[in-house]
Structures are given as structure tokens and as C-alpha cells.
């Protein structure tokens, strides 16, 4: 029985260590992609954006979203950006509108909620949900939302003008605006970015000082521990409804 009880706390240890609870997969996105991609657009027509790219999932990113442990993680990097804008991002975006005599324009939600998930040049998303609300900047919650293959804003990214017209694959139908994201060569959604989970990789591996191969490894055991805690469980379970019977 002591036994027992020591593989019970156990899963019940494991299932509270895991600071990314759950990430969404494909199938489950497109109500995310087409909510990124509508907000985007009435950004880029209310604004005057010539360049802002339509959004696709990006499967590299979850090595980025499962090596994070704590809120204190959910840092901006090299090549992706969290979709929770810091001041730095906001501050990009009001010379932006200042330099091009819009300010007038800005609202209270806008405001309050911040310019992080309008950068043009990014072309990818991934979203996962967390198990402690983190708060970053003004903002926060449970939902992670990373965006690729662009880091920090730089005011150079944002072009004025009417929207699409800086685009170099065309524009999107529905929503209009913004800019097509070519799928191309088996590369997605980066045709110009085949190096970019080697990159994730590298990077990964200089964060956490260990191997992207040792932290799969690790996942994959825990997946082992998570099948055998489930197995345990159902058998508690039938043992406990035997007593009672």
C-alpha cells in the first residue's frame, strides 16, 4: 500500500510540474489563424500598413512554447516574439502612427491591450495554453500565443501605405489587406527559411544548456511516466470499487 501511495503522489507531482499543460495542433487552429489574420487586417487598413503578413502555423515554435518552466521564461528571442506586447513593442508602433500624423486614431482597447500581435513581418503562430496565468507587460492570462520568425520589432518593419501594396505574393481575399504567405518546396510556412529548426535547435541548446535530443528524451519519458499513471489510476480505481462491492 505504501507503495501505492508513493505512485500516486508521484503522477500527482508530475501532472502539477508541467508549466505548458497543452499545445494546439493543427486541426485545432484555424479559428486562432482566422482571428489573427482579421485582427491584422483592420490593423493594417485602419493604420495604413503596406506590408502585413497573413499568419500560418508554424510546427517548429512548440520546441520553443515546451521549453519554457515559468512565467519569468516568457522572454522574446531570436527569431520569435510573444504575442503579449511589452513597452518596447508599443513604443515601436505609437512613433509609427506619430511619424505618419495617426494617432488620433488610437482607442482605449488598443491601449490597453497593445500593438504585440501586429508585427508585419511575421508569418507564423503557434498558441498553447499554460498552467499559471502569466503576466507580461500590461496584460496576461493562461493562453501563450508565439509569433515567427521575426524578435523584436524595429519601426524599418512597418511600411505605410495602402494595405497590401507592399506585398510580394499578392494579397488575401478574406480578410483583405494582407499579405499571402507562400507555401513552397515542402517549407512551411517559410520558403525562405529552411535553416529555421536547426536555428531553434542551437539556440534552445545555449538557453538550457543541455541538448534539444536530452529534453526530447525527457518529454518522451515523461510521456511513458503520464501512460503509466494513467494505467495506475484505473487500476486504483477498479481496486477501490472491488471493496465496495
Known amino acids: 500500500m ?7 503522489l508521484l503522477c500527482a507531482q508530475l501532472a502539477d ?3 505548458v499543460n497543452r499545445c494546439y495542433e493543427e486541426d485545432d487552429l ?18 495604413n500598413i503596406a506590408n502585413m503578413n497573413e499568419l500560418l502555423y508554424d510546427p517548429n515554435l512548440e520546441k520553443i512554447a515546451r521549453s519554457f518552466k515559468s512565467c519569468d521564461d516568457l522572454k522574446d528571442g531570436f527569431n520569435y516574439q510573444i504575442s503579449i506586447a511589452l513597452k518596447e513593442t508599443n513604443a515601436v508602433f505609437e512613433q509609427f502612427l506619430l511619424e505618419t500624423n495617426q494617432t488620433d486614431k488610437i482607442d482605449q482597447y488598443e491601449k490597453n491591450k497593445g500593438f504585440g500581435d501586429f508585427h508585419p513581418l511575421q508569418t507564423g503562430f503557434f498558441a498553447c495554453e499554460l498552467r499559471d496565468a502569466c503576466r507580461r507587460g ?9 509569433l515567427s520568425p521575426r524578435g523584436k520589432i524595429n519601426k524599418s518593419a512597418i511600411k505605410y501605405g495602402k494595405p497590401g501594396s507592399a506585398c510580394t505574393n499578392g494579397t488575401t481575399s478574406d480578410p483583405g489587406g494582407i499579405c499571402k504567405v507562400t507555401i513552397d518546396e515542402g517549407l512551411w510556412p517559410f520558403p ?6 536547426a ?6 541548446e545555449s538557453r538550457m544548456n543541455t541538448t534539444v535530443a536530452a529534453v526530447e528524451t525527457t518529454e518522451s519519458g515523461a510521456g511513458g511516466l503520464n501512460f503509466f499513471c494513467s494505467f ?14
Open 2 to 8: 505504501n507503495i501505492l501511495l508513493g505512485i500516486i
Open 17 to 19: 510540474s508541467a508549466f
Open 30 to 47: 484555424m479559428n486562432i489563424k482566422n482571428n489573427f489574420d482579421s485582427q491584422r487586417s483592420e490593423f493594417a487598413i485602419k493604420y
Open 138 to 146: 500590461d496584460s496576461g492570462g493562461t493562453m501563450l500565443y508565439i
Open 192 to 197: 525562405y527559411y529552411e535553416d529555421e529548426e
Open 199 to 204: 536555428e531553434i535547435d542551437e539556440y534552445l
Open 232 to 245: 495506475t489510476g484505473l487500476a486504483v480505481a477498479i481496486l477501490f470499487r472491488s471493496f465496495f462491492e
